[in-house]
DNA sequence: ATAAAACTCTACTAATTTGGTAGGAATTAA
DNA sequence: TTAATTCCTACCAAATTAGTAGAGTTTTAT
C-alpha cells in the first residue's frame, strides 16, 4: 500500500496544478480543501521542495509553485521520494538496490525473475505525470 | 515492499514444492536450507496451513505437504493471506476494498484510475503458480 | 513404555515505520 | 509593525513487523 504521506503529496501537487496561477498555493489551502493534517502536510511539503519538485515563497502571500514543470513531475518521482523502491524486493530495485540478504545465491534467486518482470509493469503506469493525470 | 514473510512464505512454498515426495517436509529442514528464523518460520507455516495451502503431519517424521496441489497456488495468494491488498490504495483494491478516508469525492478521485490500472498491469504476473515459478 | 522428533499454540518483546503534534524562528507583504 | 506564511527541530503515539520463549500435543522408532 502507498503510505498516506506519498497519497498526500501525490493529491497536493495534483492540487496545486490546478491551483497555481499569478500567486503560489498556501499549505493552509491545500490542507484545507484536500482534508490533509497542516503540519503534516508541511512535513511533506518540504521534502518535495527539497527534491526540487517545488519551491516556496516566504512571507505572507507566499506559498509554493512547482519547480519542475508539471508535465514531467511523474507520479513514480514522487513514490520514490516519500516511499522508496517500487519494487516489490530490494534485490531488483534500480533507484534502491540491496542484497537479498536471506538469498543463499542470488544469480539464481527465483525470486528475482518474477519481481523483476513485475516492477516491468508497473513502471509504465506509474511514469504517467502530474499534468496529465489531473486533466483525466 | 514485500515483507519478509511473506518472501519467506514464498521462499518456503518453492522449497517445498522441490522437496516434497515420499515424506513430508520438516519445518527445521526449511528452516535451515532457506535461512529463516525457525520459530517465526513456524508461524508463517501456520498461516498457510489455516488458509489451507499446505497441511501438516504430526510427529517424528512430520513436516509439511501442499494441500492445494502447487500448480493451483498463485504467488497472489500468498501475498494476500501474509501481506494483504496487492492494490496501492484501498479503493482499488478487489480483495481488501475500503473507501479512502481523505478521498473528497471518490466517483472522481484521480488516483482511482491510475492505481487501478496499476493492479490490473501487476496481476497477470503475479498469478504465476508455484509449480510455474520453480521450474524457471 | 519411552525418548526423540516434530507440529501447535499463546504470549511476550524489541525495533522500525507511520502518522502525526508542538512551538517557535525567519521572512515578507501590506 | 503586524499578520500571514514558510522553515526547522524536536517530540510523541499507534501500528506494524520481525522475531523469541516456552509449554503442550502428537507420532514414530526402539
Do not use: W
Amino acid at each position: 500500500m502507498l503510505s498516506k504521506r506519498a497519497r498526500y503529496a501525490i493529491k497536493s501537487l495534483i492540487y496545486l496544478y490546478k491551483n497555481e496561477g499569478s500567486s503560489p498555493v498556501s499549505a493552509k489551502s491545500i490542507s484545507v480543501n484536500e482534508n490533509i493534517p497542516f503540519k503534516f502536510l508541511e512535513k511533506i511539503l518540504r521534502e518535495l521542495r527539497q527534491h526540487k519538485i517545488i519551491k516556496s515563497e516566504r512571507g505572507a502571500e507566499g506559498g509554493y509553485r512547482f519547480f519542475k514543470s508539471p508535465q514531467t513531475v511523474r507520479v513514480v518521482d514522487i513514490m520514490r521520494i516519500i516511499d522508496g523502491p517500487i519494487a516489490l524486493v530490494p534485490c531488483v530495485s534500480e533507484n534502491f538496490y540491496e542484497k537479498c540478504e536471506e538469498c543463499v545465491d542470488e544469480e539464481i534467486c527465483i525470486l528475482r525473475r518474477l519481481f523483476s518482470e513485475l516492477r516491468d509493469q508497473m513502471l509504465p503506469v506509474l511514469e504517467e505525470t502530474i499534468a496529465d493525470l489531473s486533466q483525466k
